[in-house]
């Protein structure tokens, strides 16, 4: 089936609540509003060498029936899905659950690009997340190297 597209798909990470300790762990969504006719999505994950680790990478509800594929290599995680027939709505697509390597701030540290259609639909939502941690804490007297 085709869909006829108002707009752009929007795209956001639910679950990040804040602030994560060194080894502890969090499941993170990525949520797509307006994912009518979306037959396939490529998705980049970066990540700060030593901040997170990506324990595991699974289909969300709406993407069910989706075929799932990715390929972990030091800071970057590759992710493709597609399937037979088109998403329709709205809802959870992929998840991740990460594992804090240290302190984490309140920002979520992940920068996410996005395609869906190879490009054909325009996914808005991800170039706003941008990594950062949480602020190196110094103790007064002591070498920084």
């Given at each position: 089936?085709?869909?006829e597209?108002?707009?752009?798909?929007?795209a956001a990470?639910?679950?990040?609540?804040?602030?994560?300790a060194?080894?502890?762990?969090?499941?993170?969504?990525?949520?797509?509003?307006?994912a009518?006719?979306?037959?396939?999505?490529d998705?980049?994950l970066?990540?700060?060498?030593?901040?997170?680790?990506?324990?595991?990478?699974?289909?969300?509800?709406l993407?069910?029936?989706?075929?799932?594929?990715f390929?972990?290599?030091?800071?970057?995680?590759?992710v493709?899905?597609?399937?037979?027939?088109?998403?329709?709505?709205?809802?959870?697509?992929?998840?991740?659950?990460?594992?804090?390597?240290?302190?984490?701030?309140?920002?979520?540290?992940?920068?996410v690009?996005?395609?869906?259609?190879?490009?054909?639909?325009?996914?808005?939502?991800?170039?706003?997340?941008?990594?950062?941690?949480a602020?190196?804490?110094?103790?007064?007297?002591?070498?920084?190297?």
């Open positions: 089936p085709r869909y597209r108002a707009g752009p798909a929007r990470w639910r679950g990040w609540e804040g602030p994560l060194a080894g502890e762990q969090r499941r993170l969504t990525l949520y797509i509003t307006g009518d006719g979306i037959e396939a999505l998705l980049e970066l990540h700060e060498t030593g901040a997170v680790k990506l324990i595991d990478v699974t289909v969300g509800d993407a069910s029936d989706f075929n799932l594929l390929n972990a290599i030091g800071d970057r995680t590759i493709g899905m597609y399937g037979v027939l088109p998403l329709q709505g709205s809802g959870a697509v992929l998840e991740v659950t990460v594992e804090a390597q240290r302190d984490i701030g309140r920002q979520l540290p992940l920068h690009t996005a395609s869906a259609n190879e490009g054909r639909i325009k996914l808005t939502g991800l170039e706003r997340v941008r990594p950062r941690t602020p190196v804490r110094m103790t007064p007297g002591r070498d920084r190297n």
